[in-house]
């Protein structure tokens, strides 16, 4: 009797679950994004398959195109496939204007001491407050904790924020296909309305609280990030130092299960682009107004700018460096904040090699990797691009073999590849 009870719970739990998934596709939403840069694009291309979309943002015209200001796996054919048909590219009025929802989606800019500047968000607002009602308005830009009470304080309208959690170069998959979408809302009803209407397409589990929990998530979850990015960088030194090897210490840590397989433990360069320094920076200031002793934090981000300065002393009698990799990450092409330029633009006699980045401001470019690294001193792996697994290290022709992977992308059959064409390799940590 007992297990034909808790075989009906079965059923009735896996009933209940297919119902909740029918319903989430009931709902095609009129839907307004303001902000497309990287975050309002692929969002766009992620919901327009299933409402009808309105996107404005004057600074990105290539979206009149169907072609996104940022390179991201699988949005440009989603756009190019609904445009002017479920999406369209307007103006501020027009993606407000009769919608069921308005998302802010811009990438929140940050200033080089990592603050944040949320005057695109604010903007937006006001053109909501403008234009829109009867709407929700949902926030999935960066901003520090209280902005969303705030906005919606002053638009008198339901304002719930949706932290963007994307990774550049697999954002599609991330938005579409996340571990947990975090919704913070107010009301409860405002939070379910997004979850089965807004989120219908969007797969994963509903994590509901309150809207500043919601932003406070945001922020713990880029410091946790940061965090073991300079755990890893501290670790890598001390390994070095006493003839250890961080890479097999890493990949003995992931087996035990309070690490786990996918702990961001990766030792090189530091975090780079922003992201993550912005929220650090932002904990800061949040710490620093209510007198509170989080000297973590101030930690992190202090290293964190110090951190590339190791390879400047590597490199300080090369005469003439290969850098390959400009991206802030393989699998895009975002120069924003990007450590490869900083170094580019920081050492001597550099030339450059990006497989998505053909030409970048104030830095030498090359065609291919051969072209960059012809009669260099050293050649630093800075962007962990696959195709440089590729490279014939026998064909190279430099003036000193000397590779530092600032990455760890190569396995210890690549560095073999490398020292066996008379290379002297050196990795972070290895």
């Known amino acids: 009797m007992h297990r034909r009870r808790k075989t009906a719970r079965r059923r009735h739990q ?14 095609k939403m009129n839907i307004g994004i303001l902000g497309a840069w990287h975050l309002g694009a692929v969002v766009a291309a992620g919901l327009c398959e299933h409402h009808d979309v309105s996107v404005h943002d004057p600074t990105v015209e290539s979206l009149k195109e169907g072609v996104p200001a940022v ?5 440009e054919e989603k756009l190019k496939a609904n445009l002017d048909k479920s999406l369209h590219v307007t103006n501020a009025e027009e993606a407000i204007k009769e919608k069921d929802f308005v998302i802010i989606a811009h990438d929140s800019p940050v200033n080089e001491d990592d603050s944040v500047d949320i005057s695109p968000i604010l903007e937006s607002a006001s053109q909501i407050k403008q234009h829109g009602q009867n709407l929700i308005v949902v926030c999935m830009s960066q901003v520090p904790i209280g902005t969303c009470a705030k906005i919606e304080q002053d638009l008198g309208m339901p304002v719930a924020y949706v932290p963007e959690n994307l990774r550049l170069g697999e954002a599609m998959e991330c938005f579409l296909n996340p571990d947990v979408v975090v919704i913070g809302a107010k009301e409860e009803n405002t939070a379910k ?7 219908a397409p969007v797969q994963g589990e509903r994590a509901i609280m309150g809207v500043e929990s919601a932003e406070m998530w945001k922020h713990s979850m880029n410091s946790y990030l940061a965090s073991m990015i300079t755990l890893a ?9 006493y003839g250890a090897n961080i890479t097999d210490v890493i990949e003995g840590l992931k087996k035990d299960r309070r690490v786990s397989e996918k702990a961001p433990l990766g030792p090189g360069l530091g975090f780079g682009g ?5 929220d650090v920076s932002v904990l800061i200031d949040l710490a620093k107004g209510k007198n509170i002793g989080a000297p973590m934090f101030k930690t992190i981000l202090d290293y964190n700018h110090a951190r590339p300065n190791f390879v400047l002393e590597k490199c300080k009698n090369a005469n003439k460096i290969a850098i390959l990799g400009l991206a802030y990450k393989p699998g895009t092409n975002t120069l924003r904040r990007s450590i490869g330029v900083w170094l580019a633009n920081k050492l001597p006699n550099v030339v450059a ?14 065609n291919n990797a051969e072209e960059a690294c012809k009669g260099a001193d050293a050649i630093l792996i800075v962007t962990a691009w696959p195709e440089f697994k590729n490279i014939n290290w026998n064909s190279l022709e430099v003036n000193k073999k ?3 992977d600032c990455r760890n992308m190569m396995d210890k059959q690549d560095q073999e590849k490398i020292k066996q064409a008379g290379f002297v390799y050196e990795g972070v940590g290895v």
């Open 14 to 27: 896996r009933g209940t679950r297919k119902h909740e998934n029918r319903r989430r596709h009931l709902f």
């Open 193 to 199: 309305r997004v979850s089965e209407e807004l989120y």
């Open 71 to 75: 390179d991201e796996p699988g949005v």
């Open 274 to 278: 922003g992201t993550l320094g912005r």
């Open 353 to 366: 090699f990006d497989p998505a980045i053909p030409k970048a401001e104030g830095v030498a470019t090359a």
């Open 233 to 241: 960088n501290n670790l890598a030194d001390v390994a070095q130092a």
């Open 402 to 404: 000397y590779v530092l």
